[in-house]
Nanobody
Framework: QVQLVESGGGLVQAGGSLRLSCAASGITFSWYVMGWFRQAPGKEREFVGGISRSGDWTYYDDSVKGRFTLSRDNAKNTVYLQMNSLKPEDTAVFYC?????????????????WGQGTQVTVSS
């Protein structure tokens, strides 16, 4: 059974930082591209960033570029999203997703497995 479990969300003031983690089980983690998406209330789920299977390549949405950093530890079956300089508009439920392909994708329907999400709230 495949499981993706996010953690690390919470409440932070604007300008602060959080690090999200996503622990995977039930898959050969190093075979999967990992992505992060977020969904704010009343809005559609949107792509945040993705990381290649080896971790050598990352791709970010323009809205987070320079503030968020993806990394992964294939030995621990975990992907991380370091979020700095957080803004109130970053408030959302953040989801990690796994894609059994070689390329990073930015649309949700290209991912095979999803976590349950973790809430990030940034106060002004």
């Amino acid at each position: 059974q495949v499981q993706l479990v996010e953690s690390g969300g919470g409440l932070v003031q604007a300008g602060g930082s959080l690090r999200l983690s996503c622990a995977a089980s039930g898959i050969t983690f190093s075979w999967y591209v990992m992505g992060w998406f977020r969904q704010a209330p009343g809005k559609e789920r949107e792509f945040v960033g993705g990381i290649s299977r080896s971790g050598d390549w990352t791709y970010y949405d323009d809205s987070v570029k320079g503030r968020f950093t993806l990394s992964r530890d294939n030995a621990k079956n975990t992907v991380y999203l370091q979020m700095n300089s957080l803004k109130p508009e970053d408030t959302a439920v953040f989801y990690c997703a796994a894609r059994h392909e070689t390329g990073i994708a930015s649309t949700s329907d290209e991912y095979d497995y999803w976590g349950q999400g973790t809430q990030v709230t940034v106060s002004s």
